[in-house]
């Protein structure tokens, strides 16, 4: 099967927002305006931002609401956060992670399929696992060959786990980490057993960080504001 040619965005923003436990303590009028503006805000006319919504409410002490947001510039991403954060219960949030990349194919993946465009493509999955990752110095001095042939025996497990998808973006030189990498999947399992098999590789003794991970649970906007009270 020849893979469809996709329209990737340049850039994207993964936002984890903290929410002041105070706002619960307003009134339910003054909480469900605050919502629908804030969710008006998220639906901007126009669309120069798309949105993904996830929520970690009770599952992270730093964060209640994660967006996985893709633009076409910087400027545009925030422009749309400076609304997000003083529309409504945007202005009782915080910006607890913030992680930025540019979305450029891959040194290492001649052909990417669908599996390895996870959050541009397809239906979402029940489960996001996203996290900033750097490699060691180490690792740039070894030889292209060398680097491609230990990214090859990670790419081919990946493969053997097709119930988990991927998306990479580059953030070296425009934030601290050197990438952004997601995962979708149905099955956290499954994605359990991947990141075991793929920490059991030569290539893993070059990863210099790889946290924090955040693990969210995919909700479309209204089911989202709906479980921050």
Partial sequence: MVEQAVNIPDVVQVLALQLDSTWRRLSDAQREEDLEIFRRAVLQPGGAVRTLTYTTVGLRADADLIL???????EALEESASRLLSAG???????????LGLLRPSRYVKRPSSQEQAL???????????????????????SREARQAMMNEH???????????????????????EFIVAYETDD???????????????????????????????????????LLG
């Fill in 188 to 226: 956290l399992a499954a994605f359990q057993d991947l990141v075991t098999a793929l920490r059991e590789t030569e290539a893993r003794r070059y990863t210099l960080r790889d946290e924090p991970i955040l693990t969210a649970i995919y909700r479309p906007l209204p089911d989202a504001l709906r």
């Fill in 68 to 74: 996985v947001r893709f633009a076409g510039s910087l």
């Fill in 89 to 99: 219960v945007g202005r009782s949030m915080r910006v607890a992670h913030s992680f």
């Fill in 120 to 142: 541009v493509t397809g239906d979402r999955a029940a489960y996001l696992i996203v996290y900033p990752f750097t490699k060691t110095h180490d690792w740039y001095q070894l």
């Fill in 155 to 177: 790419i081919r497990i990946g493969h053997d786990f097709t119930q988990v998808r991927q998306l990479l973006a580059h953030s070296t030189g425009v934030d601290d980490q």
